[in-house]
């Protein structure tokens, strides 16, 4: 799968700013110190930034602009890596028909790498657009740009899908009903951020949560007749959500 494939698979810009956010939120919960995922709200005046990085030089962002949405992804291994020659150069199509509204975002200092705009996959949506757009780019069937696994997290959407990727990415179990919580924008709860993270401080985990729009319910969990500590086991819970 390449850019071309990506478009029509990508939800609506309310849509994909609501998954950006679960996505940052779900990170923090698991990891605050090193997550892959993150929002900033603000990032410039009425603008918001979603970004990815795997630590291992694939990375993403996405700007949520008044005037619409610009992605862009890097995947260092693939055939549209701007290090194929030297010096850098864009894949061929890469930039072009980037509407002026949202064409200074590529000089933007946070997505340059030694002067040069790293990126093998390129993506916007202007305001009142109907459908995604890209440059006339053109690979082929053994070429890739990156576009096949970089956004697979906002095009699926699904808590699966996260679950699979903490499982990879963190190396543990996490619960699939805490994931379609945060996934359906739900308030955040005690009970959702000790079945993702048992270890997780929640009232950190409730700033960064407040920070990204999400509202937060403060009842404590209680298990056998006593607040929820960390070590108690979630999967005891029963429906009413108290442990024992």
Known sequence: MTVQTLLPLLPDPDVLL????????????????????????DWRDGVDLAWMDNGSGDQYAVVFDPAGVFLHGFDHESDA??????????????????????????????FRFDGFFDATVCVWRERGAGSWQCGPVEFAPDETDGADWLFELLTDGSADAYVGFAADCYERSIDRDAVTAILSQAPLSRRTVASLSPTADFATAARRARTLGYTVTDQPWVVRGRPYRAGDSAGERSNDGVLG
């Open 18 to 41: 609501a998954r950006c956010r679960a996505l940052a939120l779900l990170d923090f919960v698991l990891d605050a110190d090193a997550p892959t995922h993150g929002f900033v709200s």
């Open 81 to 110: 890596t701007p290090w194929r020659e030297s010096p850098r150069a864009h894949w061929p199509g890469l930039l072009d028909g980037l509407p002026a509204s949202l064409a200074h975002y590529p000089a933007a200092p946070e």
